[in-house]
Structure formats: C-alpha cells, structure tokens
C-alpha cells in the first residue's frame, strides 16, 4: 500500500516538474508546482515526517505560492515568447547537463548502502520541536526568526514606489 | 478485541465518508433554507414558504433552478482555471472535512445475527471519524491555506478585472484572518498538550483546576482565544460582517461574479461546507465537543447523549453566524485588514503569552 | 518503509534537482527562475527527509524546517526584487537586465 501511494505520488511530482518547466504561461507553471509541492507533501508524510507534511502544505503550498501567484497577477504577466533568443545550442547544452548531473548522482545513489532502522519512525511536532530548542539548534532558531522580520521590511522597502 | 485488518479498516472508513459527506450536503441544503427563513424572520418578513410544507423544498427548487440554468463561460476566459476554481474550491471545503470527529466515538452493539463475515463488527468500538490524525489541527490549517487557490483561480481565470480585484482582496483578507486563527488556537493546544482533536475534547473534562461542569470547557478558560476564533472564522468563511468578497455593492459580486449554473452552486456548497467546518472545530476546540454542561447529563438511562450535545452547540453556533448576518453591516475592506492585522493578531500573540506563563507556573491540568 | 523505496525517493529528489536545475536555465522569465530555484530547494528537501527516515536521527527534519523557513524569506525578497525590477526596465525578461555585463 505505500509502495502504491509513493509511486502514484511520485509520478505526479516528476509530472507536475517538467510542466513547471515545459509550460509557456508562468502561471501554468505556478500551478504546476503547487501540484508538485502537494505530491511532496505527501511523500514526507509516507516518510514518516507529518510534521514537515504539514509545514510543506501550509509554508510551501499555502503561503509562498500565493505569493507567487499574487505577483504574477499583478504584474499582468503573459505567456512566454517562443524559443530562447540565444538559439537551440542552450537548449541541448541544458539538457546535456541535466543528463550528466543525473548520471554522476545517480552512480553515487546507486552505490548508497542504506539500511534503515527497524524501530518504527514517527517525526511528531513533540520531537522535532525537543530538539529544535536544544541548546545546538536554538540559536539558529531564534535567528530565522529575526531573518523573517528583516525579509519583511526588505520585502516592503524594496517593492513600493518612489514616492 | 481483535485488530482490525487492512480492508475492514477500509470498509470502515469508506462507510463513515459515505455517511459525513451524504449528512454535511444535507445540511448544507437544509442550511440554505434555515439562513434564509431566520433572517426573514430578524427582518420582519416570512422567508420562502412555498415551495412545499414550510417551505422546507426550497433548496430542491433551488438546485433544480441552477441546474438548468445556461453554463456561461466568458470567451477570453482561461477555460482550466475558470472551471477548476469550484473544483479546487470543493475539493478543500470537503478535505478538511476528514479530520473532524462528528461526536462520540461510538459503540456497535452485539449483534448476533450478523453472517460471520461481519461479525466483526459486534461490540465494535468506532469513532465517528474519517481520519484520526495526530497532527488533526495542523491540518485543518494546511487544507485551510489551500482553499484560498479556489478564489484565486476563480478571480483570474474569468478574465475580469472586478473579479481579479474582488479575488486578490478575499484571499488577502482570507490568508491575513488564517494567522490569527492559528495564533488563537496555540493557547487551546498548550493547554491540552496535543494537537489531536479528540484528546483536546478529552482536556475540557469537567474538573480541570477543580472547576465544574461547562465552566472547564475552553470558551470560559481561554476566552479572548475564544473571541478571536469566533471573528477570525467569519472572516474566513466570508461571512458578514465580513463579506466584502461577495457583496453586491462591492465589485459586483466579487470573486464569483462571472459564475453561474451549477459552478456558482458549487462556490456556494464550498462556503457553507467551510462554514460547518469551522463551527464542528469551534465545538471540539472551545465547547467540549459532545462533552455534557454538566457531567450528570452524559448518560441518561444508560444512552450516551453526546450526539446530542455536540448538534445542539454546531447548531448554536451556527445560529450564531445568522444571526451576525442579519444584524450587523458589512465591514470596509481596509478597516477588515486594519482590524485583522492590528487587532486580533497582537491580541492573540498576548494571549499566548498569558497561557505559556500560565502552564509553566501551573502546570496545564 | 522498506530499503527499495528510500532509494527510489533519493531518485526522486535527484531527478527533481536535476529538472529545477535545466528550468534555471532554459526559462527566460524570472519569476519562472525563481519557481525552478524553489523546485530545487524541494528536491533538497525530499532528500533531508528520506535520509532522517534512513538513519532514524531527526536532524533531518530539523534541518527541512530551516530551509522552509529561509525559502519563504527568500521567496518573498526574491519577489519584491522582481517587481522593483519589472517598474525599472517593463519587461521580465533574464536577458534584458545585463547592464553589469562586460
């Protein structure tokens, strides 16, 4: 049953991917990478991480992408014009680099010895957040925080108009 | 008890989505009827009362009316976005549906005169629970930050600038009101030191810091979280007083101004489907769920009245939100934003602050 | 959880990576940019999570945490560039902002 949902879920992310790239219309690629934070959500959920299953939809699917999809709207933004006018050879050299990427990973991937501990593992907001407040993460924690206030007023300094 | 296996757990399952979804649309006519006849009755006038005793087939009318009507869609209208924003917008309203207890768990009785292939049912202790999740609120909050995409894609995809306008605003005002929804809900969670919903139903049994009967529910202990919910949810639901989304004098009617048929039945069906939600979790989360005012009044002649309990206050509440609509104006869209920002949200971070100190001086029993 | 499918998710994230990454370069709107920079940010993501699961340990999803959070800051500052940029030259496209070039 896992196996099931994984594969279903994973075909829909790797789906919803190449359209996030393939598509002309920004906010077809928008949509489809709401589609592809969903998927995601629900692998880490068949990863035994609710927590961050949550966190994804609310932070990822439920927050940053409508930011997204706010300034797309605003902004007016249409389709794409055709090819890129640096030509075809990009286009190859990308996917060429794509292909290459994947095989050098991948033959790291392939040689992985994994051998995942047989206790059952259930991430819940209890855990995660013990050792969030550990004296090791705690200062990190604390600066994100002051990191979100800066990217808010920078956010807003640079986005209204000279007056 | 023997454990359940994997497909008698589905049949389960399968059974209570039925049964939730097939009583939730019932209500959501009913609904319909109700809000329309209590407003009636708060203006002075009688409401529909013609269509069949009482007027009680008036949202069959209704439905029939929509379903025939023409299906209009504009012609420079994106067709994917302007047909799967009710989509989108159903699909949320009935997946935060799932997490929600609907009363008591319950207890089949012995019954002998099952076949043997379900005998497994006797004596069979259910809760009446699509999906019991140990993060149960943190979805709701997810699925919740999910339904603004139905307005967002409604607005744009309908090729209108009144309702892009009308689209942006609501999820706007809809994703400011999600903060403060969330933030008065940490209090509730401290206190029952899980993000279950049925434990945090358990946490307000009478008793708790020795206080009696309805007095440990959590509208009377974590009151201004209380109040917060109460003005966040109608703003999440977009009801009156604020509505700006959908008013007529606003922007036409707002986000859904293009729609009409059987896709604005489906808009609609979305808002009150979400409109229930947030009355079921303001039950569990501040009104002790199917727990009894007084705890004399749980078990009467050996019958457990939670059921009734938990209708009656889903009821009240939602009384509640007619009420509001029938008696006070719409709010200015900025003056909303104002209120959100500025007032609820400090005063539900200040609450938690009084809880946090609360539960580490005292302890959260 | 079995071995095969941890595998098959760090596949995953790899083939996502590698799909962010050829959108960074062959997608000429930037905002387009953007959503192929946080589609890698997720396939980072998916790895942190499948290896947490791997080892048992939650330094995994401690870190996943951290990167939400500083995916949103980015996005949001990322976003508000864009649009400071759109007002200064009207157009969103990568190659025309190259003033630096040269």
Known sequence: MDAILFYCLAALALASAVLVVAQRHPIGSALALIATLSALSGIFGLLGSPFIAVLQLVVYAGAIMVLFLFVLMLLNVRREEGSPATGRRVRWAALAFGALFIAQVGAVLTRLELAPSTTPFAASPRDVARLLFRPEYLYAFEATSVLILAALVGAMALARREQ | ?365 | MSEGLLQHALYLSLALFAIGAVGVFLRRNVITVLMCIELMLNAANLAFVAFSRAWGTLAGQVFVFFVLTVAAAEAAVGLAIVIALQRHKDTLDVDAFDSMKG
């Open chain 2, 1 to 365: 008890m023997t454990p359940l296996t994997f497909w008698q757990q589905l049949a389960i399952s399968a059974a209570l989505i039925v049964v939730i979804v097939s009583v939730l649309l019932g209500l959501f006519s009913l609904m319909t009827w109700v809000e329309r006849r209590l407003l009636a009755f708060m203006q002075f006038r009688l409401g529909p009362n013609r269509a069949g005793p009482l007027g009680l087939f008036q949202p069959i009318a209704d439905g029939i009316k929509l379903f025939f009507k023409e299906e209009l869609i504009p012609e420079q209208a994106n067709k994917w976005a302007f047909l799967g924003a009710p989509v989108v917008a159903m699909t949320t309203a009935l997946t935060s549906i799932a997490v929600l207890p609907y009363g008591p768990p319950i207890t089949l009785p012995q019954m002998r005169w099952l076949p043997e292939w379900l005998s497994w049912l006797s004596g069979r202790t259910i809760a009446l629970q699509i999906a019991d999740l140990d993060v149960g609120v943190l979805y709701l909050f997810a699925v919740a930050s999910l339904g603004v995409y139905g307005m967002v894609l409604a607005g744009w995809g309908a090729n209108n600038k009144y309702t892009l306008m009308g689209g942006l605003r609501s999820s706007a005002q809809l994703f400011s009101y999600e903060l403060a929804l969330g933030l008065s809900l940490v209090g509730v969670i401290l206190l029952a030191d899980s993000l279950r919903i049925a434990d945090i139903v358990a946490s307000q049994a009478s008793g708790r810091w020795g206080l009696p009967g309805l007095l440990s529910w959590n509208c009377f202990v974590q009151f201004p979280a209380f109040v917060v919910y109460l003005l966040a949810a109608t703003a999440e639901v977009n009801r009156i007083p604020f509505d700006v989304a959908e008013a007529e004098a606003e922007l036409v009617a707002g986000f859904h101004t293009e729609y009409g048929s059987m896709k604005f039945a489906l808009i609609q069906m979305a808002e009150y489907v979400n409109m229930i939600t947030v009355c079921v979790l303001a039950t569990h989360l501040f009104l002790g769920g199917w727990l009894a005012p007084l705890p004399g009044l749980q078990q009467v002649l050996g019958h457990d009245l939670g059921l009734f309990w938990f209708a009656s206050k889903v009821a009240a509440l939602l009384f509640g939100f007619i009420w509001l609509r029938g008696t006070l104006p719409r709010v200015r869209y900025d003056q909303l934003m104002r209120f959100g920002w500025l007032v609820l949200i400090p005063v539900a971070v200040a609450w938690i602050l009084v809880t946090a100190t609360g539960v580490v001086l005292w302890g959260a029993r």
